[in-house]
Structure formats: C-alpha cells, structure tokens
C-alpha cells in the first residue's frame, strides 16, 4: 500500500457534481442562499459620517423654548402685598409636607421634623424682593416697620453680598422675643435687650457698654450676640495707634514685629482701620461693637444656600440652561412614589412604581425644602429669570 495513502485521505467529503439543466430551475441546490450573488461593499465614510450626524440630531432633542417676550420680575403670591405679608408667606411655604410613604425610619423623621423647627422665623431680604417689587416703595414700607419697631433687619458679614441677598435677613420683633423666651434668657436681660433695640430700631450692631457684662455674655452664649471681630471686621477707630519713625524700625531687633512697623503700620502706611492689641477675649469682647444675630443662623444659610446651588444645578444639566418650570419641578421632587392612580395600581400589581422621598436629595439633603420657595429665593436673588412661554406654560432660565 502506498504511504501516501491514509485514512484521512478517504474519509474526505467531496461535493457532488452538479447535473446541469437549462430548462428547470428547481435542480438548484436549496442550500444556497438568494443573496450569494449579490455583491459586498463597505459602506463609505460619507455615509458612516451621515449616519452618525442623524443620530446625534435626532438624540438632541433640546431646542430654545418659543416665548412671548414677557418676563416676570416677581411672582404674584394670594395674600401677599407688602413686606410682613411676604415674611409671613415665606415663612409658611418653606417646606413641603412630610408624605405619608417617605421611606424614612422614625429616627430619621424626627431628626427632619426637629430641624425645620429649631430653624430661626427668619427670611432673606432676596425672598421679600421675589414676592413683592425691590421698588422705593417697598423700601419705604421696611424703613416704616424698623422705625415702628415691629420688623428688625440683621446682617451677615461674610455672607455673599448684597447682589445675592444672604448678608440681610429680616426677623419680626414678636418672633426674636419669642427667641428669646425660648432660650430661656433671664427676664431681666430680655427687657434690657429689647428695650435697647427699640431705641434703635434701625442698628445692625451694638457697642458693648450699653449693656451689663453679665447680659452681653448671656446673650452671646445663647447667640443673640457676636463679636464683630470673628466676621474679620477692622475697628475704624484710629485710637492706640502711633507713628513709627524709620530711626525706630532700624534699632529694632531683626525678626520682631517692630522691625517691620509695628502693629500700626497699615495704619501708619495709609490704610483704614485700628490698630490690633493683644487682649483677651472678654476684653475684646466688652470693648468693640457686637453684631445682632440669631440661634441656629448658620443651618438656616448652609441650607439656603444649598437649595439655590441645586436648583442651578438642575437648570445647567439642560443645554441652554433653561426648560418648563413644571418639568424642573418634577426633577427637584424626583420620581417619587404618590397615591396617584397609576402609583396605586402599580402597588396593587407587586410592580416597581417609583424611587421613595426618602432617597431623593430633596428628603435627604434638604429635608423637605420645598421647590417654589427655592424658586423665589433665586428669583429675589438676580440668579434665575422666569418668561412666559406659548406652548409650555412658564420657563425658567439661569443666568449664571
């Protein structure tokens, strides 16, 4: 047998010849596709490139909202027509009622709960100007309730500025006494205090000689008071401060204070401001100026502020960074589970219906802050714009 010959070699499968016919087409094998014949070409880039233009059109779906021309500088509140009103109703509309299916445990409501109560009966100076016109009528309507006594306006030093609106809130005198019966000051250090607010009813800060000692540190222990030196405030005074000759810098010894001027040289050089004293906090204390301020301040500001960074955040998502005010509205709340019609059906069936409040940023950053009081804290702010549109109801466009 030939070496060649193997077992591989005749176990090969050999097609079978195709009988030829030329009038039946039925003898074709019906294993053949009917497309073999038709030639392959790649697709150009053209055509890729057109493709790809098509789909990134049809996925931006986003366009500039059609509008009428007219924006809207304030928004018209029932019930709301001057300055208390608009305190009253910002007070009232600051956040959203606790839903029945929050999806928070009883320690994380009570911990929402006794948040927004300890907040101070406080409202931004922004908000007031977002419900009611920043008109000199306005202005005049709060000059007449401070001289009156009845509205008390603080200001925050350190706290953005006058554009935003968060270094001027206002307080209600009945509201900042009932502070400050809750703190459980002493009565006698409570009608001092209120009667030197109403001899001036349109100071921001006080000198600490109009009241004992023993009442300015029990007010600022319970932080009706504060040191205008922590806001990094200079004392306009000029008083303790001395001239420094060139003949004095050059005999002091190299590496103290006096090398370089002395603590009055900025005063000395030009600059505004006092000259800086090593004292101890109570002296400092006890002989500077002491800013009017309320307890629990500082939660109220972080969460304003936080409010208005979110709402800008979900208005720059967008391309233009504008959208239906309704459909930010939806986004703010988050596709929370409700006792709506479908919700319920869907509950009913065992399905997924929607995410629970309490996984929303809205519960759980921002414990309940509600939507449109947002809305009209950045619009009293300068930061959003609202414009009427003429198929979507209302915008709402940023203008940062």
Known sequence: MPLYLTAAHSSRVSKPAQRSTSNNSSTRRHSAS???????????????KSLSETLD???????????????????????????????????????????????????????VLNFQKNLPAI???????????????????????????????????????????????????????????????????????????????????????????????????????VSASLSGSRNLSLAGS???????ISRAASGTPNAVGGEAAFENLGGTGGAKRPTSGAQSTLGGDLTLSVPNLGPYLRLLNAG?????ELLGKSKYKEGPLYLLREKWDGAVDSDNRVSSAKRLRGEFSSVLPAKTKKWKDLYGL???????????????ELFETKSVGLGIRSLG
Not at 95 to 101: G, I, S, V
């Open 34 to 48: 009917p497309f073999a014949n038709i030639p392959r070409t790649k697709a150009s880039a053209s055509r890729a």
């Open 57 to 111: 059109d049809g996925d931006d779906d986003e366009q500039w909202l059609e509008t009428t021309g007219k924006v809207l500088p304030t928004l018209s509140v029932d019930g709301a027509k001057d300055v208390l009103s608009a305190m009253q109703h910002a007070r009232a509309t600051m956040f959203a009622a606790l839903p029945d299916r929050a999806g928070m445990n009883s320690v994380r409501i009570a911990e």
């Open 123 to 225: 409202v931004s100076l922004a908000h007031v100007h977002a419900v009611v016109s920043a008109s000199s009528k306005t202005e005049r309507q709060l000059a007449t309730l401070q001289a009156a006594g009845k509205v008390r306006k603080l200001r925050i030093a350190g706290r953005g500025n006058d554009i935003s609106g968060t270094s001027e809130v206002l307080i209600t005198m009945n509201d900042l006494q009932l502070l400050l019966e809750q703190s459980r000051v002493a009565a006698e250090v409570t009608s001092d205090f209120c009667n030197l607010l109403l001899r001036q009813p349109r100071a921001t800060s006080i000198p600490a000689q109009a009241l004992p000692a023993s009442h300015v540190t029990a007010l600022t222990r319970t932080g009706f008071l």
């Open 242 to 248: 001395s001239l420094v000759g060139m003949e004095k």
């Open 308 to 312: 208005r960074a979110h709402l800008l």
């Open 370 to 384: 509600n939507f449109d009081w947002v809305v009209e804290e950045c619009l009293g702010a300068g930061l959003i």
